[in-house]
């Protein structure tokens, strides 16, 4: 069965920090490089992290030096770690496949940064 589930957003302001979790199936999780998308109201779904099975990662030019993608291999789970948080970063964010997503995806968490 299918399951990717997002969590961990929430308002926070300019500056600040959030960590994301998603929990993800082991058919999905265990063999392919993961990645952290997000759509902003208006625009289409955008990939701004990814993380291989051997950990080895690669950001959006936009995230770089601001967010860290990770995963744990023993619980299925990919994080994103964001700071320094910009009111652009406001979105909501999905994780899935990096390479090739399922037509599946997660409901979402929602990020919004204001002050």
């Known amino acids: 069965q299918v399951q990717l589930v997002e969590s961990g957003g929430g308002l926070v302001q300019p500056g600040g920090s959030l960590r994301l979790s998603c929990a993800a199936s082991?058919?999905?999780?265990?063999?392919?490089?993961m990645g952290w998308f997000r759509q902003a109201p208006g625009k289409q779904r955008e990939l701004v992290a990814r993380v291989t099975t051997s950990g080895t990662t690669n950001y959006q030019d936009s995230v770089k030096g601001r967010f860290t993608i990770s995963r744990d291999n023993a619980k299925n789970t990919v994080y994103l770690q964001m700071n320094n948080l910009k009111p652009e970063d406001t979105a909501v964010y999905y994780c899935?496949?990096?390479?090739?997503?399922?037509?599946?995806w997660g409901k979402g968490t929602l990020v919004t940064v204001s002050s």
């Open positions: 082991g058919t999905i999780f265990r063999f392919n490089s």
């Open positions: 899935n496949r990096a390479t090739d997503p399922l037509d599946y």
